[in-house]
């Protein structure tokens, strides 16, 4: 706002000096000249008032009332102001013309700016919507002073004519490159990609089985959403397809990649996040280390996962793509420890605390050290009934809980998650040692009920291996209340005549 107030400034007064006001003329008509050049300059910035703010993944477009309505109040005020200096009614006519070519080409570039920064540009496309108004301010002073300044004589025209074009050759070239290479054009990443947006995105519940605030389990609403697109597995395969169709680049490729990672998080499928966020694309893709580093520290200790452990490793030697931020390159730095210490390999987790030493200047945050682990058979199995029944539309996960020695955060990490067999039953294998937490998703319809046999925070280690849990059992038909000390007061739950349809969850 302020920038483009000061090139409304700049032009007026550029336009005051090359229209040279009669010195003969009036108080009142100077005024009213500058006056009009003044209005003149604010209508010339309107063309870029969208370059600092704007709601969605681009700027909106000026619509095509606001573009009219810019330049034929361009157009007035250029014949009014030039007529109200004595200058050529003619030549203001001309120029009025000429601004609103490059008016409506400038406020292009919010929307190009963007795009530019999202493909890649980051430096490019900031620094396009910062000078677009100064851009624009400047081109319009010279056009005036080539229809206006005597010394430019007959060129003075062809001149002005060339700076418009140079407007509209350059919107139109960088449009055209971006629209067939990167992919602009859609509004949204919801419109490229083809799938609903976060409106349709459905909603689910979870049942957090820990001790909160004096109950024994704790629900929590879900929305599969992003900020602009529906999660739905259906959505997440789309978005896959669309990053592998597009080569992992173009304007919504940042975006479409966010959601894919944050989805299949969101659905407790720890293999496909996993592999979301391992992903490497040389010059375009590098892996989302810390969320990578938390999968594997928290999930099942095996050798699949400990030669996914090294595959990221490798990523982070062969590139420096991710470890831009000095506070961010340290949580990735001790991930990587923790990782290695929780498959009990000591050089591993030595080599990257080793690392942090090189952030010593620059961060003073405390390094968390994780223990050796040497345990790694730990197991957690239970089973899971609705209604009387398994549960076979409920997903269990199980999260390791952990406490930060630095702040004193608890964080839940995804370990593992499954879907009931046809008994009900679920276990969870290969844990090493830690506090885990048991959690259940659903639709709301299925777990708004009353919960019973809820585990609370599980302690698993060489004390104690294995965690042989009794049924957790959900009753549908209650309404939620605070518990009470003798459920076997409460009414049994009818149990439906005929089953409901299993909630469409990525099974694997």
């Known amino acids: 706002m302020l920038s483009r107030a000061a090139c409304a400034l700049g032009l007026a007064a550029a336009l005051w000096l090359l229209l040279e006001p009669e010195k003969n ?9 500058a006056a009009l050049l003044a209005a003149l300059g604010a209508t010339a910035m309107s063309w870029t008032r969208a370059v600092l703010a704007f709601p969605d993944t681009l700027p909106p477009e000026i619509a095509p009332g606001s573009a009219l309505a810019a330049a034929s109040a361009g157009m007035a005020l250029a014949v009014a102001a030039f007529a109200a200096a004595g200058a050529s009614a003619r030549r203001a006519a001309a120029f009025g013309a000429l601004l609103a070519a490059m008016g409506f080409c400038a406020s292009r570039w919010p929307q190009l700016a963007r795009a530019v920064e999202l493909s890649g540009g980051v430096f490019a496309g900031p620094a396009a919507a910062a000078l677009l108004p100064w851009a624009l301010a400047a081109s319009a002073a010279l056009c005036a002073a080539a229809l206006t300044r005597p010394e430019f004589g007959r060129r003075g025209p062809a001149l002005a004519l060339a700076v418009a074009a140079f ?13 067939r290479w990167w992919g602009f054009g859609p509004r949204s990443l919801a419109e490229a990609a083809g799938i609903p947006t976060n409106e349709e995105a459905p909603r689910l519940t979870v049942l957090r089985l820990s001790p909160n605030r004096g109950r024994s389990y704790r629900r929590e609403p879900l929305r599969m959403a992003g900020e602009g697109v529906d999660l739905s597995p259906d959505s997440l395969e789309r978005l896959d397809e669309f990053l592998r169709r597009t080569n992992y680049r173009g304007v919504f490729a940042a975006e479409a990649l966010a959601d894919l990672r944050l989805g299949w998080r969101q659905w407790w499928d720890p293999e496909r996040a996993l592999a979301a966020d391992m992903l490497v694309v040389p010059g375009r893709v590098h892996p989302d280390y810390r969320a990578a580093l938390a999968l594997l520290r928290a999930g099942p200790i095996t050798r699949e996962r400990r030669a996914a452990l090294a595959r990221l490793d490798a990523a982070a030697q062969a590139s420096s793509a991710g470890f831009e931020d000095v506070d961010e390159s340290q949580y990735i730095f001790e991930g990587f420890a923790a990782a290695y210490a929780r498959f009990n390999d000591e050089d591993g987790e ?59 955060a608890t964080t839940r990490l995804l370990s593992q998650a499954a879907f009931p067999d046809e008994n009900g039953a679920f276990s969870f294998d ?12 659903g639709r709301v319809s299925d777990l708004n009920g009353r919960l019973s046999q809820s585990p609370g925070l599980l302690q698993i280690g060489e004390m104690t291996p294995d965690a042989i849990l009794p049924p957790i059992r959900i009753d549908r038909d209650v309404l939620p209340a605070p518990e009470a000390f003798s459920p076997s007061g409460l009414p049994q739950a009818p149990t439906p005549e005929i089953p409901e349809q299993a909630l469409r969850l990525p099974r694997r």
Request: net charge positive.
């Open 430 to 441: 290969h844990l090493s040692s830690g506090i885990y937490e048991l959690s259940l998703m």
């Open 167 to 179: 407007w509209a050759a350059g919107t139109l070239a960088v449009e055209a490159s971006l629209t």
């Open 350 to 408: 030595r080599r990257w605390l080793y690392r942090t030493d090189s952030l010593w200047a620059f961060s003073d945050r405390k390094v968390e050290i994780t223990p050796l682990d040497e345990f790694h058979s730990g197991r957690v199995a239970g089973s899971v009934l609705l209604d009387g029944r398994p549960a076979l539309a409920v997903r269990v996960g199980l999260f390791l809980v952990e406490t930060s020695s630095a702040t004193g």
């Open 25 to 33: 003329a009036s108080t009142a008509r100077r005024v009213l000249t």
